[in-house]
């Protein structure tokens, strides 16, 4: 791998034995993948921040990182934790200890990295521009910063993107080499899509069939950057999808021949509504009759999203006994406050949360064993990691749900 | 047995000798192993209950979250997991832990080359030269 002079001093120890240790992991990356050199990062997002993914080694390991004042040479925000920072206690977590997380959030805060706690960084100050190389992990966020803003990330684990934020670097290789980018297999979706757990379901059925290829849909119209987030979380959850286009919508698609470039579609994969429904098979797994939580906002919702939930809960009340957590992050949280957004829903018997991922939390501690929600990457791993059944419907649907207290059954 | 030198590639620098222990399955080091005790946890993993202490771990790949890279640096940190590990193809999680962590690795090996290595057999690993030796 050719390296310029500033690498091989990182790599040579001139800069401390951290972003030694940093330089070789990415080395070894960039040798593993063919990477010829490695290119500057603009920005970095680190997940894997979480206690529970921790032990007392790694954690000891950061805070000694921090200590050493080790800091980051790339704009750095951090993903989602297991709780709400100043909420918690609200929330029910009151048996909970959360020394680890809060010593993790302080080691890397420490490093420089902004404490955003968000999946959605980039409605929080880290917003890449189009053509920007940056090391991004937490796997929705690879198809936004690809697909949607044009920016260039490889999928990134929560640790080579703290090595690419210490060292500043990432190789060149994966989706920052432009060929890697291009469409592979034509999506044609035959029926109309509305709302994000339509696109949820979409990305669902298509990373579940289009392995690590690049889909290119035909058929939608004019999704929204809401929509388009949950397409791409969804890919991103069946697959290991971190680009797609949809032509006329996407920045490197104006429109089909731009999108494949100089390749015929190796795959077409038709989808009518019926394949759509394919997941909910699985997904909509909760036994009908009363429910005892509703979780909405993964990924963490936008101010926009958060302005349709009030407006569905204006001068409603959820059903007694019935949780409802809306999560976002805490920038958003405050814009929500300010705009009387966060009232709205409080008023009607919900939680406006921000920091946190629900499936990541405690949430054993809470007793629930069950979850409504209009996000099919939440019921997919509410299953895995919280032996949850769960129901997924539109979040019309979803609010209703959680008014009425009841569940129906299969959608 | 005769002595079999397998060429790779550098992963993870360290030399290290000990008694293979093969793994067909792909591991799931995040959850899927105690890092306390090396044993295999996951259900149904062909090496469910088995320890890979002390010993040389060959499998094909790491799966699953990649919080298991700081399963793999805290089994280096504290010599409670494998002396070394050969497999297929390192990934991002197994490449990161195991150079947080010291434990050498090599990678690059067919599916076939792995197969004919049978639990128990002697094997010397050099990470940082890419190879292992069998019976050394």
Known sequence: MRLNEEEKRMLAGDFGSTVKKAMEILVKLGQIHNAPYMVEITSAHIDGNIDKEHNEDSITFIEQLAAEKVKVRAFTTLNTVGMDREKYLQLGFTSVQFDNQFRLNKAYEAMGCLGVYSCT????SNLPRFGDHVAWSESSTPPFVNAVLGARTSREAGASALMAAITGRTPY????????????????????????????L???????????????????????????????????????????????????????????????????INVSRGNLMEPLEYLNDMPRGPIEFVALGCPHYSLSQLGQVAELLEGRKIHKGVTLWVHTSEPIRHMAQKLGTAETIIKAGGMLTADMCTICSPLEKLGFRTMVTDSVKHAFYAHLFNKFTTAVDTLENVINIAISGVWEGKR | MSNKVLTGRSISPGIAEGVAIVSRDPIVFNLGIDAESGVIVEKGHDLEGQSVQGKILIFPYGKGSTGGAWTIFRMGLRKSGPLAMVCQNAEVLTTIGSILGNIPVVDGFSPEQLQKIKSGVRIRVDGAKGILELNP
């Not at chain 1, 920052?176 to 949820?200: A, Q, T």
């Open chain 1, 121 to 124: 960084p980039y409605y929080a």
């Open chain 1, 173 to 200: 290789y994966s989706y920052h080499v432009p060929e890697n980018r291009l469409g592979r297999v034509l999506v044609k979706v035959e029926c109309p899509m509305k709302g994000i757990s339509d696109y949820g």
């Open chain 1, 202 to 268: 979409l990305g669902y059925y298509v990373g579940k069939h289009v392995g690590s290829l690049v889909p290119v849909f035909d058929g939608l119209r004019e999704p929204t950057r809401d929509e388009m987030i949950y397409l791409g979380a969804a890919l991103a959850t069946t697959g290991p999808v971190a680009m797609y286009h949809i032509p006329g919508v996407t920045p490197e698609a104006g429109n089909m021949e731009e999108a494949f470039g100089p390749h015929q579609p190796e795959a077409v």
